[in-house]
Each structure stands twice: as C-alpha cells, then as structure tokens.
C-alpha cells in the first residue's frame, strides 16, 4: 500500500521521539559531520536539559553543534544520544516489519508488514512506549508495559521472592503491581520464631522502599501499585499510611472494594475485618490472599475487629479528598465483568490502575489516534477507514505476544494462556472539537457509546478472525466466555459478535484497554488517552521568558476567527462538572472489556461529601474505578484554563487594598514552590498599589521602625524545614521573613516573595481583619506533597505561613519574644496524580528541566516544556 509521507517532527515532539523511541545507536564514537543528535545541554543531575541538533563539525571527542534554535553548541561525544531513526517513516518502517516477522510465511509477512505500515502511518496506530522503543531494537527489551504479580507467600522467603521478581521487572522498564492481602495482619503470631508479624503494610514499605531505589538508580523509573482488600484486617493503617513519615513514598495505593462493602456503606452495617486462621495445618501450602477460596475449602476464618462501614469509607473519602489516595478499584465487580472470571481472577491492576490483571498477568498497550478519523466533507467519523485500523492493530497486538522476550517463564506462560491485549485511543477530545460535539453533554453520550460501541465490535470481530485461522486463546471455553458480564452486553447489542465467536473462537481474552499515553500523546501533538484537554492556552518558559502558546486545534480557531471567544464544544478538564467526567468514563467503560485511566477534575471548593457522592455515582454507573483530582490539592496548576480567564473579566477593584485581597482569592491553591503564581502574586499586589497616589499610599502604608519584635516557627514542609519569623507592629504581626530551601533556588527566591507580599499587605491600611483574611486565604493552599497529620499537617508553604499566622495572634497570655517554636510533623508525600507517585519529591517544578511546567492530566504528570512524563 503507498504511505503518506510526513514532515519531520518539530519542537517537543521531536525531543520525546529521538529521547524516548528512536533507536539508538549507542557507541557516540560514530558520530559524524551531519548526524542529527540530540545533546545533554545542562549537565545538571537534577534537572538536566536536552536540545536537538545537527552537527557540523568533530574534533577528536570535541563537536558542535548547530541547535534547532540556531545557536552553536560545544560539547563531548558523551553527552550526546546519538540515534539511528531520524523520522517517524523509520520508526514505522521498524515495527511494521518487526510485528510482522512471526507470521507463518513470507506471504504472511510480506501481507501483514504493508498493512501494519498502513496502520502506523501518519500515526493512525500509536504504539505503547515500550513496543517503540523495544520492537526490531532489542532482544532484551520488554514490549510489555503492565505487570501483576502474586501476592506475596506469607513468609519471609516468599516476601524476598517478590521482592526480587519486582526488582527484575522494573529494571527492564516494566510497571508492577502487587496485592498484600495475603500477608498476615499487624501483631498476629508467627509460631516460627515466636514473634508477631509487622503487618502488611510495613512489608509494603518495604516494597516501596525498593522501587525507590530503581528510580535513583535506573535508565527507567520505577513503578509500583499497592494494593488491600476491604477485608484486611490492617485496611485503616494501609488507607492512613503516608501520614507517616518514610514508610510508603513511592507507591500508589488503591483499596479493592467488594459489592458487600457498598452494601454495608449504603445500609449502614457493620463490617468484619477478618483473616485466615494461620494455625490451620495448610495454611503454608494454600493460602494465596484469595478469601472466598479459602472459604470454599471449608476453612476457618478469624474475626479481628467489627467497623462500620460507614467509616471506613468515609475514611477512604476524605483521603482521596485530600490527595487522591488510596484509589478505589470495586474489584467485585471487575471480576464479574473480566472475560476470565473461570480462570484466572484480576486480583491487582498496574501503576496507572487501567489493567487489571491475574498473577503473572501482563499486557501490552497501544492506542488509536481518533483525530486522524475525522471526515471532512462528511463532518462524521471515517468510519470505514477506523474499522480497519481497529481490525489492523488487533492482530498487530496479538503478534507483540510472540514477539516479546520474557523473563520469567510463569509470564509467558499466562500470557500465552490467555493472550491479554489492551487497545486504546488517544485524540478523543480533538476529534470531538472536530466534529462539534461538547464532550460531557447529553449528546456526547450518545456519540461515545457509538463511537466505543463501533470499535468493541471491530475488535472482538477481528479477534474471533485471528483464532479461526491461527486458534484460540488455550483457556478458552465459550459457553464460560460469553457468561461474563462484558460479553452479555457485548452480545446483546452485537448479536453478530456472538455468532462469530461461538464459530470461530477468541483469540485474546481481552482486547481493550484505555491508559493515558501521556508521552506517546505529546509526541503526536493531540489531546491524550480518552482527557478532555487540560487547557487550551498556557504560558511555556523557553530562555526568552514564558510566551503565551494554544493547542494547535484551538490557535487554528483563534487564527481563523481573530474577534471570537473559543465556541462551548472547546472544553477544558477543569470546565467540566466532575459529574460529567464520570459519566463520560461511565459510557466508555460499557465498551471497555480492562479498565479506564481517567479523571474527574474537581473545583478547590468541592467538599468530602460531594467527593463521596461522586465515588457513589461512579460505582452506580458502572464504573470499575474512580479517581479525582481536586483543584490545587496536590499539584500547581501551570497552564491556564477558560474559568481563569471568565475571573478576568470580573469587575476591578477600586483601590489597590481591595485588588491585594481580590489578587489572593484568585492565585490556584498552589504550592508555595510555584514560581509562576507567586510571582504573578507579587506582581499584581505591587502594581496594585503602585496605581495609587503617592501621598495615598504614604498615608495608609505603614513605615518599619528600627526595631520589632516577634517569634520564629519551624515547620516541616513539603519543601524542607521553613523557619518563619512573624514580627509585631502595635501589637498586630506587620512583617513576615521566610528562609527555605537553598540560598539561589526557586524555593528560597520564591519564599522570599511571599513573605515580602504578606508583609506589603500587613502593613498597608487599617482595617483590623488582614491577619484573619491572610489566614483564611493561604490556609489549605496544597500543593504536590503534604506533611504531617491531623492538627499538624501542613499542606505548603503557604499553609505554614497560615499556621505560623494563627499561633502567633492566638498566644495572647505571654508577650511575644524572639523564640523558636517547633512543630514537631511527620512527612507525607501524596501522590502528584492518580496512579502517579513522584516518592519523596514534593514539588511543581519538573525534575527533567527544573522549569514550573507540570501539569495533572489523565493520570500523568506531564511538563509542557520539556516533555517529561510520569505516570507511576
């Protein structure tokens, strides 16, 4: 078939290509007069930088280069990446021929390499990071991106066991989730060495522990999802865990919910938290962290404590509330729904939390770039040209099993039992701008249950196709297979399906999975996984300062209707009702036989009972999961979003003290490391009051004396200890000094400049209320990590500043000396996105490129300068 050529990726794109996919070649002596490289331009172990070049002169280990910004760049061969695909063609070219090499004949793989090329073109398929990097590259390499082992053996071996099995897999890239269900609970008896057990959740820790050394130590982060059953008796301490210091940091957790235990919240009930009784004579050989297994035998079960369901989930709330975790996956229903509920239970899911797997289960991800299907002169979907592709990729993803090397011979074994594959799609959001339709409205139910609907079919036709010629999947059994809940939907609305899976068999159990394609989506240059965009305009720092950019859909609009807002079908994450996103999630999942990475952004203001109301609405739905990103709980939000710009319009205010408070309201709740906020803060206040006359702002700005007096406050941050000095003016706190941070970092600048604000503000006027204001606006600021618990967690720095604030003007009983007050906290690093976790790193700069670019979009956490990505 004739491809279409395309233009060579620019900009971001470019850099996440060559850094990430491109194959390399990695002896940098071969560089030569012409290569295009990409080079290390900061050499900075925390925040290093990258540029793409060509080089036009070498001497001895010495080159330069000529970067895509003009400039000429110095450097050795060792900073260099230097690679062998130059353009997407050859990157296509590579994985069409390589997913095609295990057909049977050369006429097979002369056939499937011209139809995989077809697919891959102008990047109608995008492939899982790690088929691209991996597929005709390597030999060693992992094209698998999930993986799930068992649950740990309840024994120091079997816990040093997994512990090994998740080390090795990280190490080749791979993501791992693991399920603690079946260790024994805090302070149970073990006979062996006459002791009692740490518990589940320190073994976790220990788990975590590890993987953060791979992310220090390795070319790949690694990625860890943890995970408890509702009925463990260490459930609280495992939902509780991060509000202490150092035991779980790099992890996601997400609690597995029963239908049982929705019950008992909606009605009410009590709840038993119970184990087995590990007396039992086979408790050693059988027991597996599988409950109703055990029951099945017969076998006894231990009651440890009687809760009220209630609470516990009102716990499980006011977390995901406060930082999105634990997650809640309703593993219950999942399994009733998993097309190998007779075989093989899902008993955890990877990182992301949108594959759910069995022990040793894996799957291997890409996804469909919906924009590139949209039909002009029709103003429909391609529809016939999507079939295709669908069709396509299946057998492309099926052929990835064969391909792939494995490591441990229990995942080929399942894999190759079972054949789990997760097709995806990406350009969602684009396509639905495309054709006019505002994602999260009545209609757009409609069209996603057409759009998702058209595809299932495509793909389970397709599969049923690939095992009448090359066989089934080997647990395949239809009667069994068409019992799942997925299938009975799946048959009922597609009858068709059915009849060609009873006649022909299935060749994968499950076909489709929707992850969030975080780096692969950026690299294309379209809306990611099933999101709606995070914004359409936002500020990206370069050396020439930050410049105001648009998605190019919506800088298309500006540039084609110069004097028009963006029309109502241009919608924003944050524009959405967190109702909407759910039930758009809700309409995807009807067709989604794994799960969904998706989000349902919320407004700072949104309350623990409405996030409880929404959790319920997702499971009533139908959902499998649910998560929530809530306004300024953890991240900054860098880009700006079309509620931002509605404030703007609002009324101005008539003095600079009214636009000071009015300027506070509106800052993101942010973490008192966001550069960009603080400053546009500080900005905002000294140009507020610089309106005014001089003999005005003389009058009501209140001059520092020679001497004052206060008090000092150590906190524990997010950002390290602040040490936060409160002076008094006539008995009211006047000024604020911050020390934070390394003197010269944006943390120490940044902190600086608030204190310098808070203090302006202090000191300007007489109205008797600024400290209370101050309080109540930069109380609860979160940003992408918190400290402590209870009484004593402090959100930022800026919440510091509000605690400091209250402790000094409630200490009425004593005069204020210069002293220290400590605060004793413990750390708590919060996740920086569902299923994402940064570890110990607390902060909204990129660790890539240092720069305030980070933003929280389905399930990623992703820089907007740099390209940098984290998904677990």
């Known amino acids: ?327 809640v996956v309703f593993m219950e229903y999942y399994n009733q729904m998993s097309n190998s509920w007779y075989f093989n239970p899902i008993i955890c899911t990877n990182p992301c939390g949108e594959q759910g797997l069995p022990a040793w289960g894996v799957c291997n991800l890409s996804a469909i770039n919906l924009s590139k299907f949209y039909d002009e002169e029709k103003h429909d979907v391609a529809w016939d040209d999507l079939g295709k592709t669908v069709r396509y990729s299946v057998r492309f993803l099926d052929n990835v099993i064969d391909k792939t090397p494995y490591h441990f011979e229990e995942n080929e074994k399942n894999q190759k039992s079972e054949r789990r594959v997760g097709l995806g799609t990406m350009g969602l959001a684009e396509l639905m701008i495309k054709l006019k339709v505002r994602y999260g409205s009545a209609e757009s139910l409609v069209f996603l249950d057409k759009l998702y609907g058209f595809m299932a079919k495509e793909a389970y036709l397709s599969s049923a196709d690939i095992a009448g010629e090359k066989g089934s999947f080997t647990q395949f059994d239809a009667d069994k297979f068409l019992q799942s809940g997925f299938m009975k939907q799946m048959t009922k609305t597609f009858p068709e399906v059915g009849t060609s899976i009873r006649k022909k068999g299935m060749r994968n159990v499950t076909v489709i999975t929707q992850a969030p394609t975080g780096s692969t989506g950026t690299m294309v240059g379209t809306s990611t996984g099933i999101e709606p965009y995070f914004a359409f305009e936002y500020f990206r720092q370069s050396r020439l300062g930050y410049d105001k950019q648009y998605v190019p859909i919506a800088q298309e609009y500006k540039d084609q209707h110069p004097n028009e807002e963006l029309p109502d079908y241009f919608v924003t994450s944050m524009s959405l009702s967190a109702e909407d996103h759910i039930r758009v999630q809700a309409a995807i999942q009807t067709w989604v036989d794994s799960s969904i990475s998706k989000t349902a952004n919320c407004p700072s203001d949104f309350t623990v009972e409405e996030t409880k109301n929404l959790y319920e609405l997702a499971f009533d739905l139908g959902c499998k999961g649910v998560t929530i990103y809530r306004d300024g709980s953890r991240d900054v939000q860098v880009l700006s979003t079309e509620k931002k710009e509605e404030k703007k319009e609002e009324a101005k205010p008539e003095n600079a003290k009214d636009e000071a408070v009015q300027t506070i309201k509106e800052q993101p709740a942010a973490g008192a490391g966001d550069s960009t906020a603080l400053t546009q803060l500080s900005e905002t206040l000294s140009t507020g009051i610089d309106q005014q006359t001089k003999q005005v702002f003389d009058k009501q700005y209140k001059k520092r004396p020679q001497t004052l007096r206060g008090a000092t406050y150590k906190f524990n941050t997010p950002f390290g200890m602040a040490y936060i000095t409160i002076n008094d003016m006539n008995g009211t706190p006047s000024e604020i000094f911050m020390n934070v941070g390394k003197a010269g970092s944006d943390v120490f600048a940044m902190s600086e400049a608030l204190g310098r604000v808070c203090s302006l503000f202090l000191r300007y006027g007489d109205h008797g209320d600024k400290v209370q204001l101050l309080v109540k606006h930069l109380k609860g600021i979160g940003g992408s990590g918190a400290i402590g618990f209870g009484a004593n967690r402090v959100e930022s720095i800026a919440d510091a500043v509000a605690k400091a604030l209250e402790m000094h003007s409630g200490d009425e009983s004593e005069p204020y000396i210069t002293a220290t007050q400590e605060i004793t906290a413990t750390v708590e690093s919060a996740p920086v996105k569902p299923h994402v976790h940064s570890g110990s790193i607390s902060t909204d700069l990129c660790p890539s490129c240092g720069t305030a670019s980070l933003v929280n979009s389905e399930g990623c956490k992703n820089c907007t300068n740099c390209g940098y990505s984290k998904c677990s």
């Open 1 to 327: 078939m004739e491809t279409v050529q395309v233009k060579r990726l620019e900009g971001l794109s470019e850099k996440i290509f060559l850094d990430r996919y491109a194959m390399k070649d990695a002896d940098t002596e071969n560089t030569v007069v012409g290569d295009m490289v990409l080079v290390l331009t900061k050499d900075d172990p925390k925040f290093p930088s990258k540029e793409v070049g060509e080089v036009i002169a070498r001497t001895g280990r010495q080159v330069t280069i000529r970067l895509r910004s003009g400039e000429l760049f110095e450097s050795s061969i060792e900073k260099l990446t230097l690679t062998k695909e130059k353009t997407p063609d050859q990157l296509w070219d590579r994985l069409a021929a390589a997913m095609a090499s295990v057909e049977a004949t050369p006429e097979k793989q002369k056939e499937w390499k011209d139809k995989f090329r077809y697919i891959l073109d102008d990047w109608r398929l995008v492939p899982g990071g790690r088929i691209a990097a991996g597929a005709g590259a390597s030999d060693e390499l992992t094209l698998f991106n999930c993986y799930v082992i068992p649950s740990p053996h309840d024994s120091r071996g079997g816990i040093m066991s997994t512990l090994s099995e998740m080390t090795e897999i990280m190490s080749r890239g791979g993501g791992v989730g693991i399920n603690l269900s079946s260790l024994r609970p805090r302070r149970s008896v073990v006979r062996g060495v006459s002791g009692s057990s740490s518990g589940a959740v320190s073994w976790g820790g220990l788990f975590s522990y590890t993987t953060g050394l791979i992310e220090q130590g390795g070319s790949r982060r690694g990625a860890l999802m943890l995970m408890i059953n509702d009925w463990h008796p260490d459930l609280l301490d495992f939902i509780t865990v991060k509000s202490t210091m150092g035991q779980i940091t790099n992890a996601n957790l997400s609690v597995c919910v029963s239908n049982g235990f929705m019950k008992a919240v909606k009605e009410d009930l009590d709840w038993e938290l119970v184990f087995p009784d590990t007396t039992d004579p086979e408790y050693d050989e059988i027991w597996d962290g599988n409950l109703d297994n055990w029951k099945a035998l017969g076998k006894k079960v231990k009651e440890y404590r009687t809760v009220k369901a209630r609470e516990v989930w009102h716990t499980i709330i006011e977390s995901a509330w406060r930082s999105a975790e634990p997650g």
